[in-house]
Every structure is written in structure tokens, then in C-alpha cells.
């Protein structure tokens, strides 16, 4: 049965909207938003549309209500990465988002960390990407992704699998224009809900990793998982190994 990628509530679009506005400083920290009825009319939505999206707004800790004053934008909105899928090079740059590094670009046969994550058949060809992410001169990430199986995408998501396939040409002509394989997910999901969920355990980064990083294989690290889906469907599984002295990682616990 062919898979399609589920798209974006309009609740969801709407969100982000304004969302995007903070951030982009529309509506900067300590502003009061325009009344439900003005803001619905600007945005062109209906207003229980836009009742929903702000209340969501406020359960993320973006919006406050405060009698008698209306919605107010938190002094200290939370950064992207919060509400939705983010590269890790964005999340945990200090204000500028840590550059990336291609070490590998190959397809390889699943391993068991990808045979349970993305679902893989035994001698299926998956897409690997190894990175470092860099950041003011020194090495703050080692990242691993892999992509589900390209029949698979083809279903689930071809806009991903032909991004993948652009962002690949790219690397080969010019180095310097490497990204993540999340990042291209997230640039090749505009119309596409993605849902993810991660891991994080403490261990030592090891010989290898700690040759790759310039660091001390007995370093103290951090290995965050991490599987992202369309609707119910895998596609893409990473493994991120951050050392001790990398920039802060936000992290949303949920139960």
C-alpha cells in the first residue's frame, strides 16, 4: 500500500506563523499581540483557528495572558527547536548556527541500530552521512543519519529523496555546501508534518570518535538518538556524539 506524506493542519501553518513572527522580531519579547479580531483579520484565518493556534502558543511557553492587557510575547521566548524538528547545528549554535563538515557520504546495508529504528530489510541500501559540526574553530559534534530505504521514500516522501539526492550532487561539486541529512528533511518539509523522537544517554567518546572530534577517547560525551517520521512512516535515524564543552542542547522532556 503506497504511503503519502501527511500534510500540516491549518492549525498547525498557523502556529508556525506566528511562531516565525516572534522570532523574526514582528512581535518581540514584552509585545502585546493585536487583539483576536484584528490579528485574525492580518492573518486572514477564522478566529477559532487562530484561538487554537493561541493557545498552543501558550502551553509552549511563547505567549502569556495577562488581564486586563491581552497576549503578551515572554520576555524569553523558547529558541526553534522547541515547537518544531530542528537540525542539531541550529539548535546548538551560540546565536550562529555551527557549520558542517561531510566526512562520508555512502550508502551502506543496515546495521542494528537502523534495522530497528528505520524498519530496514537485511541487504536493503540505506543512505549514510557522516559530519562533524564545527563552531569558532573548534570541533563541537560527530553526527551519523541514515535514510530509510529510497523505495520507501519514494512513497513516504520523494520531496525528501530527491533533496537528498540535490544536496549529495552538491557536496561532490563543492565541499563547503554541506548540510545535515535533517536539515535537508527539514527544508524539503514545508508542506510535510514530520513528528520525532529522541534519546540521550552518557558515555565516552572511544578511540575512533575521539580521534575524529581531536579529543581524548576517555572524554566524557554525550549520544543523542534520534528516529523522525512522517505520519507513522521512519525516515531518517541519527546518532549525534557531543562532547563535553559543546554548547548547551535544548531539551523538552515530555512523558
Known amino acids: 500500500m503506497a504511503v503519502s506524506g501527511q500534510r500540516r493542519r491549518p492549525v498547525v501553518a498557523l502556529y508556525e506563523r506566528i511562531a516565525d513572527a516572534v522570532h523574526d522580531g514582528t512581535y518581540p519579547p514584552g509585545s502585546t499581540l493585536p487583539s483576536e479580531p484584528k490579528l485574525a483579520a492580518e492573518l486572514g484565518v477564522s478566529r477559532p483557528a487562530l484561538r487554537e493556534a493561541l493557545l498552543l502558543l501558550q502551553e509552549d511557553g511563547l505567549l502569556t495572558v495577562r488581564r486586563g492587557v491581552g497576549r503578551t510575547v515572554n520576555d524569553r521566548p523558547p529558541r526553534r527547536g522547541f515547537e518544531q524538528v530542528q537540525p542539531l547545528e541550529a539548535l546548538i549554535g551560540t546565536g550562529t548556527p555551527l557549520r ?33 559540526l564545527t563552531g569558532e574553530g573548534a570541533v563541537a559534534a560527530l553526527s551519523h543519519e541514515w535514510a530509510a530505504p529510497d523505495a520507501l521514500l519514494q512513497r513516504a516522501h520523494p520531496e525528501f529523496a ?91 522532556q515530555s512523558h
Open 162 to 252: 530527491r533533496a537528498l539526492r540535490e544536496a549529495e550532487a552538491r557536496t561532490e561539486r563543492d565541499s563547503g555546501s554541506a548540510v545535515s541529512m535533517l536539515a535537508v528533511l527539514v527544508g524539503a518539509s514545508r508542506e510535510t508534518a514530520l513528528s520525532a523522537h529522541s534519546g540521550i544517554t552518557a558515555t565516552l567518546l572511544g578511540r575512533r570518535r575521539g580521534e575524529q572530534l581531536g579529543r581524548p577517547a576517555d572524554t566524557p560525551a554525550v549520544l543523542a538518538t534520534q528516529v523522525v517520521r512522517v505520519g507513522e512512516v521512519p525516515v531518517l535515524a541519527a546518532k549525534h556524539m557531543l562532547p563535553t564543552g559543546t554548547p548547551a542542547l535544548p531539551v523538552l
Open 100 to 132: 558542517v563538515r561531510a566526512l562520508l557520504r555512502t550508502v551502506e546495508e543496515p546495521t542494528d541500530f537502523t534495522t530497528q529504528h528505520l524498519l530496514a530489510p537485511a541487504r536493503a541500501e540505506l543512505r549514510f552521512w557522516e559530519s562533524v
